[in-house]
């Protein structure tokens, strides 16, 4: 996701302010898991974004006839958590996700995050961009993950963080997104973006294996092609990146997001369809 959102939509004012948190597990994820052998498949709603500020649930209901499992939250639309948890039920998703802005992982601001994301039966906190411009910052933020980290898991939840191009620039030699992984414990999800990833000119491959126990949620979008190449007909390796998740046995989510050219819940019906092909749902 090439960030920036609020409540209502705007995903800059969302990463700069909002409340999230993260959940008991409530809706079944062992099953989901169990049922078909598979890594369940979600939809960051990011990629839907103007079709949800219209008619948030007509939205969820065609992305679950579509045949997605899960989706991952990036705003929430004025609704509250309550309303959010009876739309999912209603159309029998889960909420595998929320981008929730890196002030309400804040001391003063975590344990209402992790109260919202109860009620909507979340365990993933995953702060979408971070932005420091010197490696003392990014140390920082190392810092404070691992702090936090450790509240989050009393709640059997995961904090984490979600892959930027700018996070593969380098610092003194080093990567930020090596200075952050590399000081914070593995508690703290790696979420990567395949796409992000190439756009800053690392490989998503060599990223998953070297930290091969850290990809719990994973975003599957895909770089190169045409204009509107939806996953599969792009440049990206997916049966190498697919192949890994599945081989260290600790991703619990491939979840689908799109950005290019075109209507997007066609488009993200063709993802699904590109999933279809190469075996994953």
Same mark, same amino acid.
């Given at each position: 996701m090439s960030y920036k959102l609020n409540h209502?939509?705007?995903?800059?004012?969302?990463?700069? @302010?909002?409340?999230?948190?993260?959940?008991a597990l409530s809706v079944g994820l062992p099953s989901l898991l169990a049922a078909a052998n598979k890594i369940p498949v979600g939809l960051q709603l990011y990629s839907v974004r103007q079709d949800c500020e219209k008619?948030?649930?007509?939205?969820? !209901? @065609?992305?679950?006839? *579509?045949?997605?499992?899960? $989706? !991952?939250?990036?705003?929430?639309y004025n609704r509250k958590a309550e309303e959010l948890r009876k739309m999912l039920d209603a159309n029998g998703l889960v909420c595998c996700g929320t981008h929730t802005p890196l002030e309400? *992982?804040?001391?003063?601001?975590?344990?209402? @995050?992790?109260?919202?994301?109860k009620t909507l039966g979340n365990r993933f906190l995953i702060v979408p961009y971070m932005d420091p411009k010197t490696k003392e910052g990014w140390l920082a933020m190392a810092k404070l993950f691992t702090a936090q980290s450790d509240q989050v898991k009393a709640e059997k939840m995961y904090l984490g963080y979600h892959a930027h191009s700018h996070d593969?620039?380098?610092l003194d030699g080093v990567s930020c997104w090596d200075l952050?992984?590399?000081n914070t414990p593995e508690a703290v $999800?790696?979420?990567?973006?395949t796409s992000n990833c190439m756009d800053g000119g690392a490989d998503p491959v060599v990223v998953l294996k070297q930290y091969a126990k850290r990809g719990l949620s994973i975003h599957i979008k895909e770089w190169g092609g045409a204009a509107d190449a939806v996953?599969? !007909?792009g440049k990206i390796n997916f049966p190498a990146?697919?192949? *890994?998740? !599945?081989? @260290?046995? $600790?991703?619990q989510w491939y979840i689908v997001e799109h950005e290019k050219e075109g209507n997007a819940l066609d488009n993200v019906k063709r993802c699904f369809a590109g999933m279809k092909k190469l075996g994953k749902v």
């Amino acid at each position: 996701m090439s960030y920036k959102l609020n409540h209502s939509g705007s995903r800059r004012n969302f990463i700069k @302010t909002g409340a999230l948190g993260a959940a008991a597990l409530s809706v079944g994820l062992p099953s989901l898991l169990a049922a078909a052998n598979k890594i369940p498949v979600g939809l960051q709603l990011y990629s839907v974004r103007q079709d949800c500020e219209k008619d948030l649930p007509k939205v969820l !209901e @065609t992305v679950a006839q *579509i045949g997605y499992k899960g $989706v !991952e939250f990036a705003g929430y639309y004025n609704r509250k958590a309550e309303e959010l948890r009876k739309m999912l039920d209603a159309n029998g998703l889960v909420c595998c996700g929320t981008h929730t802005p890196l002030e309400t *992982i804040q001391p003063q601001n975590l344990q209402a @995050t992790i109260e919202f994301n109860k009620t909507l039966g979340n365990r993933f906190l995953i702060v979408p961009y971070m932005d420091p411009k010197t490696k003392e910052g990014w140390l920082a933020m190392a810092k404070l993950f691992t702090a936090q980290s450790d509240q989050v898991k009393a709640e059997k939840m995961y904090l984490g963080y979600h892959a930027h191009s700018h996070d593969f620039q380098k610092l003194d030699g080093v990567s930020c997104w090596d200075l952050f992984f590399g000081n914070t414990p593995e508690a703290v $999800v790696m979420q990567l973006d395949t796409s992000n990833c190439m756009d800053g000119g690392a490989d998503p491959v060599v990223v998953l294996k070297q930290y091969a126990k850290r990809g719990l949620s994973i975003h599957i979008k895909e770089w190169g092609g045409a204009a509107d190449a939806v996953i599969g !007909e792009g440049k990206i390796n997916f049966p190498a990146v697919f192949d *890994i998740c !599945e081989k @260290t046995g $600790v991703t619990q989510w491939y979840i689908v997001e799109h950005e290019k050219e075109g209507n997007a819940l066609d488009n993200v019906k063709r993802c699904f369809a590109g999933m279809k092909k190469l075996g994953k749902v």
